[in-house]
């Protein structure tokens, strides 16, 4: 199911990622402080999660 949501992301240009931190994700400062070398580290506007508890 993941790889048919991807594809269809490719179709519609949305550019994703594998798994990031969230501060990472999402604080550009900690992206470059950790040579995170993707196209939507700091940048991330939606996050998943697999869980409801995930991160506590």
């Not at 900690?30 to 580290?41: F, G, P, Y």
């Amino acid at each position: 199911m993941a790889e048919r949501i991807a594809d269809e992301a490719q179709a519609i240009e949305l550019t994703g990622n594998g798994v990031l931190q969230s501060d990472g994700a999402l604080v550009p400062d900690v992206a470059l402080s950790r040579a995170v070398e993707s196209e939507t580290a700091g940048r991330a506007n939606i996050l998943c999660s697999l869980t409801l508890t995930a991160g506590t």
